[in-house]
């Protein structure tokens, strides 16, 4: 896991994101850098990840990426701060987002979240000797295919106490499982297959 804030004082990009920071910078007209922050904090996110292996987002690395773009730091905080996609304290290898939105909701995200209690996992704390986190969000935008789950970058598509189950096992044996839809739809076509245009390549 990752140790205390202050440890990531001393936080600067590696080569490759400080070139991938300035060509982000470089997509905003002069004066207005500070429209890069939120792809910036991502990329901060996706390297303390790969340096520590947790995705979170330390305050002296908001204040690093505030810094870069003149940016004053509490406006950076705001933002890092008001979207789910970034995390202001460590979260575990895996991060369990499960939609609990009405849709979901409808179709049985109380199965997948009792499926993520009977593995050990709790809302909000890391679990399983920092493999999980779990979180209920709100809508994570693959209604048709609903209940789903994001998993770091995956979603995890119709699924079932079973099917969820499987997921997490799967992770907690090391192995990938297979991202989207758990019974074989292609995007969110309907159940069996699509109904018309089917000549269309």
Not at 1 to 13: H, I, P, Q
Not at 72 to 79: D, H, M, N, S
Not at 123 to 136: A, P, Q, R, S, Y
Request: hydrophobic content about 40%; charged content about 20%; aromatic content about 8%.
């Amino acid at each position: 896991m990752s140790g205390t804030v202050t440890e990531f004082a001393d936080f600067r990009w590696t080569e490759a994101n400080r070139q991938e920071a300035e060509r982000i910078i470089g997509r905003y007209p002069k004066g207005r850098e500070a429209s890069a922050i939120m792809p910036l904090l991502w990329l901060a996110q996706y390297q303390m990840s790969a340096q520590t292996g947790v995705a979170w987002l330390p305050l002296p690395v908001i204040e690093f990426v505030a810094a870069q773009i003149g940016m004053p730091k509490i406006r950076a905080l705001e933002v890092a701060s008001f979207y789910t996609m970034y995390n202001l304290a460590p979260v575990g290898r895996f991060h369990v987002q499960v939609c609990g939105t009405t849709p979901c909701m409808l179709r049985g995200s109380d199965d997948v979240l009792r499926a993520c209690a009977d593995k050990g996992l709790k809302k909000g704390d890391v679990t399983n000797g920092g493999l999980f986190t779990l979180t209920e969000v709100e809508c994570l935008g693959a209604c048709a295919n609903a209940p789903m789950v994001q998993i770091n970058d995956d979603n995890y598509e119709d699924l079932t106490y079973e099917s969820m189950t499987a997921i997490l096992d799967a992770l907690i044996a090391g192995k990938t499982p297979k991202a989207g839809s758990q019974i074989g739809r292609t995007a969110s076509c309907p159940e069996g297959g699509p109904t018309t245009l089917k000549d269309v390549a």
